[in-house]
């Protein structure tokens, strides 16, 4: 090998066996190099047992799966590119034209969008229900539903529903023996605001668990990613071969960040949670505000089921302004706001805001006559995001 080229591209150093640090090691790869036809030919990807293309994962990426299903008290997790892309990925690995997805009124704005477009041009059906209300998801439960869409708060407006109780509608509902699909109905929950920590998905009664590690696993607002997460195996190879076949996959560096972010997870999650219940306090005593919506505020729809079934309360909080206070004003107070940056997502180190039409998203009446700000509480000093808003709220 004279030419350097050839040289640069076969270079015959391997480093020494026994390197270990704090650290996982970052692997790069689109392919994958085996040392004979045999391991070609009997690679094994799907059980984590070797590698066969980068895709398919690596030494880091399968690191951190193995992480995240720890985390969710889960056994099998697969990785994808987004919050928003796990989501999606459950849909098309479970739906086929002619079945029905059910879904919160109060879920995740993408998550809905999703269903109303492209699930629908598919030929699969679609009905919103009231989280709130486990009667009105047993009333809406057919033959033809595959899906079953928890959310646990409410997007935005964080009303906590008794999980426990919507899935027991749906085991009663696979009991019933009324159903069109082998392995039933499955219950999956969005549950990034818990992330793991705040409650078990599994213990409450979800089948899937799907996470937007773009939130606090990573912590850094600096990376997007997604996982779903399982403990039945007939339903990880559902998800897993579809994840195949349409060819999602993570970078190594990505994954690098969030298994850094890992490492201070628990402890950014208490820390932000003390400060949003602080702030929410506060927050509830001014006198422009109506209402705090917080699942551990009491009051707050949810309240007590929160209280029974979480031991955290992450770093969103929303306020709703008395009917007073147009939209336009609501409006100048985000943009006093100096310490708030305006933006969406959350978790991060920077506290966020954004002004939100709930009327509009909803297709059920929503109770508050007055606009809403959701907040995203970051890490800094509660009382220097107290004296903003103390400023913010002279302005409106």
């Known amino acids: 090998m004279s030419d350097p080229s050839t040289q640069l591209i076969h270079h015959p150093y391997t480093p020494p066996a026994g390197f270990e640090a704090v650290a996982p090691g970052v692997h790069k790869a689109s392919t994958v190099i085996f040392p004979s036809v045999a391991a070609l030919r009997n690679r094994d990807w799907k059980h984590k047992t070797g590698y066969t293309y980068g895709l398919h994962g690596t030494p880091t990426t399968f690191t951190l799966e193995e992480r995240i299903a720890t985390l969710e008290g889960g056994k099998y997790c697969t990785l994808v590119p987004s919050g928003l892309a796990a989501v999606v990925l459950v849909d098309m690995a479970l739906l086929k034209s002619g079945d029905e997805v059910l879904i919160p009124d109060n879920a995740y704005g993408p998550n809905k969008a999703f269903a109303q477009s492209e699930l629908a041009a598919w030929g699969i059906g679609l009905q919103f229900y009231d989280a709130m209300n486990p009667a009105d998801l047993a009333a809406k439960l057919s033959r033809k539903t595959r899906l079953v869409w928890l959310e646990a708060p409410g997007s935005i407006t964080l009303e906590f529903p008794d999980l426990p109780a919507l899935a027991a509608v749906v085991k009663a509902h696979n009991q019933s023996g009324n159903l069109a699909h082998p392995l039933g109905t499955v219950a999956a929950l969005d549950n990034t605001w818990g992330a793991g920590l705040a409650f078990n998905a599994f213990r409450l009664g979800a089948d899937i668990s799907v996470q937007a590690l773009t939130k606090y696993p ?133 506290s966020l805001c954004v002004p939100y039409d709930v009327p509009a998203m909803r297709h059920t009446p929503w109770p508050h006559p007055g606009g809403l700000v959701r907040f995203s509480i970051g890490l800094e000093s509660v009382a220097d995001l107290q004296a903003d808003l103390v400023q913010a709220l002279l302005a409106l």
């Open 218 to 350: 990573s912590g850094g607002a600096d990376v997007l990613m997604g996982s779903v997460v399982t403990n039945d195996e007939a339903l990880h190879h559902l998800v897993h071969f579809c994840h195949m076949r349409v060819g999602y996959g993570v970078s190594g560096n990505d994954a690098d960040l969030v298994l850094r972010g890992l490492n201070s997870m628990v402890l950014r999650y208490a820390t932000q949670d003390a400060a949003t219940r602080q702030l929410a306090v506060w927050l509830q005593a001014q006198p422009q505000i109506a209402a705090v919506l917080h699942p551990a505020m009491p009051g707050s729809p949810g309240h007590d089921t929160w209280k029974r079934d979480c031991t955290g309360a992450a770093c969103l909080l929303s306020a709703v302004f008395k009917p007073e206070f147009t939209q336009a004003r609501i409006d100048r107070f985000c943009d006093s706001l100096r310490l708030f940056k305006l933006g969406y997502s959350w978790a991060g180190p920077m």
